[in-house]
RNA sequence: GGUGGGUUGGCCGAGAGGCGAGGCAACGGAUUGCAAAUCCGUCUACACGGGUUCAAAUCCCGUACCCACCUCCA
């Protein structure tokens, strides 16, 4: 089997041709440590998580790679803003994508190096671009050093665009550039910026410019030439455009195939803070199971955008409790010790085809169906097998509900054990109540139940209860 | 001005020349003491206008609208 995926740069569906066979080297842009995470920016971690999972089912090693930026611009503005040190704010933005990875069972990065932990690998890499003549100190003095657009003749090979055709900065002071489309690789200190914000170099004192930790880091941990490298389409350009020109003007082949996710839109538009649009993962997921958070954004195919709406979400909800629902009888019907076994054909041929998880969702479907039609005969070898395949073809999608992971969610313990035995202790009175047909009786109970969030459903094998989330 | 992507049934959302995903909702039936869940069934669309073809949602041309990028952005 072979994975094939949507190459960007070449917009046509490829198939993975790993650098080393077995083993597979991802880079990912990760975020600029400014905010805490919205459901846009996690539905990238969520897409390569499940890049991930796949690729380790299918046999293969996965390393992943995924930045941190953790000084820029509006770190600093931020820090100046609040009356603290810009690394605080660094931190504390940092350990909220942490925790976001978390409670959507996201597994972190193998490698996640922050862009101040890697300034020397930066400046090597910036001697090496000035004595290649690809680079150039601003002739202002500032200690800006730029990347010489002009220099490099395949500049725009990413985007597919032509340097001339492009929209020269507006907002970019041209001051040191050569051309308007040169981009920063190191910015010069400027006055009034804290000195915990700037490194010693031959040009001066100064910090990272945006584009090159990407580079120095994907060759630190992944090799000159690596596997995949993805992120969020409006990533394309510049910034993986600037990436590929740094890394190869510096003689590096860098990314073999370039994947990008497509946007999560909110009121038409790409969920962003400058917009004013967002929805915090920590938010979101007050509101709505988090399993079922993670099932909205993995359900859509990575490379439509998902146009956010309430309803669209509580239908997540809800098709994922159709899930869940056969997932959890099945397990009370086998004694849950069913294991993940494997995903069937039809799934495994969708997620092949560029990660078709819509396709392969539909298999799923199909496979629970015929799961709940074996339920009515109670355990069998049949209903355990189905249970085994779905839940492999969930772990995938990192949505099994009785994985580790999601398993952990559930109430503690103790709490658990007693409200357990109050029910069942109800249920006991319902159910006598039933078999003498004092329904009055046992509707009354069931109605008391349900008002204290517990919903009781009778199955040929005696009444099942949950708690309503 | 340049570069990509999109417009599918009440809704969400795949597909990409013939065999018309899947889910949600709705309706009918089975099951149930009644429910719930489940099963069976019904409804069935491809923005608009041309064209190619035996055959087009799918290819070509044109039009409209939407999104992203060309500035920080997952």
Excluded at 216 to 227: N, T
Excluded at 417 to 432: I, P, Y
Aim: proline share 6%.
């Amino acid at each position: 089997m072979t994975l094939r995926l949507y190459d960007t740069a070449t917009r046509q569906l490829r198939d993975l041709d790993p650098v080393v066979p077995g083993h597979v080297g991802i880079y990912h842009c990760g975020l600029t440590v400014q905010g805490p995470p919205h459901i846009g920016h996690i539905r990238k971690e969520v897409v390569f998580d499940v890049l991930r999972r796949w690729l380790e089912r299918g046999g293969h090693e996965v390393t992943i790679v995924a930045n941190v930026t953790d000084i820029d611009d509006k770190i600093l503005a931020k820090g100046e803003e609040q009356g603290r040190p810009w690394f605080a704010v660094a931190y504390e933005n940092e350990r909220a994508l942490h925790a976001a990875y978390e409670v959507l069972g996201c597994r972190p990065p193998t490698y996640e190096p922050r862009a101040t932990g890697i300034v020397p690998e930066m400046l090597e890499m910036i001697e090496t671009l000035l004595e290649r003549g690809h680079a150039y100190v601003a002739a202002d003095g500032s200690g800006d050093v730029y990347f010489d657009v002009r220099s490099w003749p395949a500049y725009g090979e990413l985007s597919n665009q032509r340097v001339d055709d492009m929209q020269a900065a507006p907002d970019a002071p041209p001051e040191g550039k050569r051309d308007p489309r040169d981009f920063a690789l190191w910015k010069g200190r400027k006055d009034g910026e804290p000195e915990s914000a700037s490194w010693p170099t031959p040009w001066g004192r100064g910090r990272p410019g945006w584009h090159l930790e990407c580079s120095a880091m994907a060759a630190k941990y992944l090799g000159h030439e690596f596997d995949i490298h993805g992120g969020g389409l409006d990533l394309r350009f510049p910034h993986h455009e600037n990436e590929l020109a740094q890394s190869r003007a510096a003689g590096q082949p860098f990314a073999r195939l370039w994947m990008h996710n497509a946007m999560l839109n909110l009121s038409g538009s790409k969920m962003s803070k400058s917009v004013g649009n967002t929805l915090m993962v920590s938010e979101v997921v007050k509101r709505v199971p988090a399993i079922a958070l993670r099932y909205y954004l993995v359900a859509a195919h990575y490379r439509s955008i998902i146009e956010y709406s309430e309803e669209s979400l509580a239908e997540a909800v809800t098709a994922f409790e159709r899930i869940d629902g056969f997932v959890a009888r099945a397990a009370e019907l086998s004694g849950g010790v069913v294991e993940p076994t494997e995903v069937t054909d039809a799934f495994a041929t969708a997620m092949d085809d560029d990660l078709a998880v819509p396709a392969a969702l539909a298999e799923l479907q199909a496979v629970i169906a015929t799961g709940n039609k074996l339920l009515a005969g109670g355990d069998s070898a049949e209903l355990r097998a189905t249970l085994g395949s779905v839940r492999a073809m969930l772990d995938v999608l990192g949505v099994d509900p009785l994985s580790e992971h999601w398993r952990g969610a559930a109430p503690a313990g103790g709490d658990r054990a007693a409200l357990g035995s109050l029910v069942l202790a109800l249920l006991e009175q319902r159910q006598q109540a039933r078999a003498t047909k004092d329904f009055a009786t046992a509707d009354l109970v069931r109605d008391q139940l349900a008002a204290a969030g517990v919903e009781v459903e009778d199955t040929p094998h005696g009444p099942r209860w949950s708690v309503k989330s």
